[in-house]
């Protein structure tokens, strides 16, 4: 007796990030090795991916967002449960702590999917050919029902399960990422009847190519301390940078190799619990434009740093602080700790 034919999909998600993810996704597409893109469409490059999937015949659908960056809905950007105090989303661990204690409209949820669903459309001319959760939250509990509905209203026929067969399996994996993604599997489990029900279908098998990039892949820093999540390159020389006259000293050891760049980091915590970090309290420090803007642009231009999530890079542009310093101090020496970034203002510090 034949067996079934069985379709392998892999999907590049988060489609429109930033212009490098977005190449790199196309390559791998036109390498053969991805199926199809989920588009964030309230990414900084959203309309970037929507063009490129145009160009290149790639099929697209949406990667709906309620955990990162800011709401498309404009009538839930100022006030409503689905932000925080800083205007953003409550994060992939935040999201979900809001929605168990039940302080998550679901009203509002289902205002962003259809406000996401509607963009989307302006985006690419037509409704997202499937439409799945970034960071898997349309199969938490509630989110999934209206995610569901959403779906059928809309007549959006497919979505993700993701169900991550041999997960138990991964004695790498560390403890925090087998507690957060065995769950994950449950509420995938638990979401499979409510997408029956309403005529959705879904992939039981997720094999998803996330954060491709050409040759590496991008740093995702999510909820880790931001100031802790992007120094962990700070001997560079190109990435230590100390006020206006200022020496940085880097001794050269003989007999230690050389280093090479690192072309990304892990920002994923590997030994702490994300739960044990909502805890952490920053102080924000008031700046002019033209400082802000330069921290900006500065924390953009870092090989590292650009790939963070845009709440956090808000985060440390609100952190960061002026500091003077006189001429000729030392500023950091190679073997350092280097958890601070400094932004220059003015000329480029000396290193010897």
């Known amino acids: 007796m034949p067996q ?59 990667h709906a967002n309620l955990s990162e960056g800011i709401p498309v809905c404009q009538s839930l950007q100022q006030a409503s449960t689905l932000i925080n105090q800083r205007g953003l989303f409550h994060g992939k661990i935040g999201f979900r702590q809001v929605l168990e204690r039940g302080q998550l409209s679901m009203e509002q949820v ?66 925090n990422f087998q507690r957060f993604y065995t769950q994950v599997e449950k509420d995938a489990q638990d979401s499979i009847p409510v997408f029956t029900r309403y005529g959705i279908r879904g992939s039981q098998l997720k094999l998803q190519a996330r954060c491709v990039q050409a040759s590496v892949h991008t740093a995702r820093a999510v909820h880790l301390p ?58 924000s420090y008031c700046k002019t434009k033209e400082s802000s803007e330069l921290i900006h642009r500065a924390l953009l231009d870092n090989d590292f740093m650009k790939h963070l999530e845009h709440g956090q890079i808000l985060t440390i542009m609100d952190c960061m602080r002026p500091t003077s310093l006189t001429k000729g101090c030392c500023v950091i020496q190679e073997g350092d700790d280097g958890s601070t970034v400094y932004v220059l203002e003015g000329e480029a510090p000396q290193c010897s």
């Open 110 to 175: 289902e205002q962003e999917l259809r406000a996401q669903v509607r963009l989307f459309r302006e985006l690419t001319g037509h409704l997202p050919h499937h439409m799945d959760g970034h960071q898997h939250v349309h199969v938490l509990p509630e989110v999934r029902e209206v995610f569901a509905q959403v779906l059928s209203d809309l007549r959006i026929p497919y979505t993700r399960v993701p169900v991550e067969s041999g997960l138990r399996s991964c004695p790498w994996l560390p403890s």
């Open 226 to 283: 931001p100031l802790r999540s992007t120094h962990s390159q700070q001997r560079d020389k190109n990435t230590d940078k100390a006020q206006r006259g200022a020496v940085v000293q880097t001794p050269a050891l003989p007999d230690e190799p050389q280093r090479t760049k690192r072309q990304a980091i892990s920002a994923e915590p590997t030994a702490l619990d994300p739960s044990q970090l909502t805890d952490v309290t920053l102080t």
């Open 4 to 62: 079934p034919r069985m379709m392998l999909v892999v999907t590049g998600d988060d489609f429109g990030y930033c212009p490098r993810r977005n190449q790199g996704i196309v390559d791998c597409f036109q390498a053969g090795g991805i199926s199809n893109v989920s588009l964030l469409v309230n990414a900084s490059a959203a309309k970037e991916a929507a063009d490129l999937a145009k160009r290149h015949k790639i099929p697209i659908g949406l």
